[in-house]
């Protein structure tokens, strides 16, 4: 393994594609694409479709699509900006709530079989450099 730099940014490439490799298989079980799964993860406030393509990195015609065909499943609604009527914000009913609930329990699950070998001294502190990373 490299030194340096190109070594990190060879190992967060790893993480990167390990994670994409977790939600797929998630994404799966659940009857979702990955970006769908992502999109319900993402959801912890209430943000625009700009926010949205922004956060998923795809276009904005892309979020509304995924947003038309969760919210035919029951798991989000669209709802007016308090300040500008002019743009929608997303959010969660109550059953994509429970869906994301679901999702990010299977995936903390598949992440604690993957650091199984680790201490959890060493996970703490793998979680601590990641969130640092993270903003």
């Given at each position: 393994m490299l030194g340096g730099m190109e070594?990190?940014?060879?190992?967060?490439a790893a993480l990167h594609r390990?994670?994409?490799?977790?939600?797929a298989g998630i994404a799966r079980e659940f009857d979702l694409t990955?970006?769908?799964t992502q999109l319900l993860c993402a959801l912890s406030r209430r943000?625009?479709?700009?926010?949205?393509?922004?956060?998923?990195?795809?276009d904005k015609t892309n979020v509304t699509?995924?947003?038309d065909r969760l919210g035919k499943r029951?798991?989000?609604?669209?709802?007016?900006?308090?300040?500008?009527?002019?743009?929608?914000r997303v959010v969660l009913t109550p059953a994509g709530e429970e869906l994301r609930a679901q999702i990010r329990r299977r995936f903390a699950d598949l992440v604690g079989e993957r650091f199984a070998a680790l201490t959890?001294?060493?996970?703490?502190?793998?979680?601590?450099?990641?969130e640092v990373l993270a903003g």
């Amino acid at each position: 393994m490299l030194g340096g730099m190109e070594g990190l940014a060879g190992a967060v490439a790893a993480l990167h594609r390990e994670a994409a490799v977790l939600y797929a298989g998630i994404a799966r079980e659940f009857d979702l694409t990955s970006q769908q799964t992502q999109l319900l993860c993402a959801l912890s406030r209430r943000p625009s479709f700009g926010d949205l393509a922004a956060l998923l990195g795809c276009d904005k015609t892309n979020v509304t699509g995924m947003v038309d065909r969760l919210g035919k499943r029951g798991l989000l609604a669209r709802e007016p900006d308090e300040k500008d009527r002019r743009i929608s914000r997303v959010v969660l009913t109550p059953a994509g709530e429970e869906l994301r609930a679901q999702i990010r329990r299977r995936f903390a699950d598949l992440v604690g079989e993957r650091f199984a070998a680790l201490t959890a001294e060493e996970r703490a502190r793998y979680a601590s450099l990641v969130e640092v990373l993270a903003g």
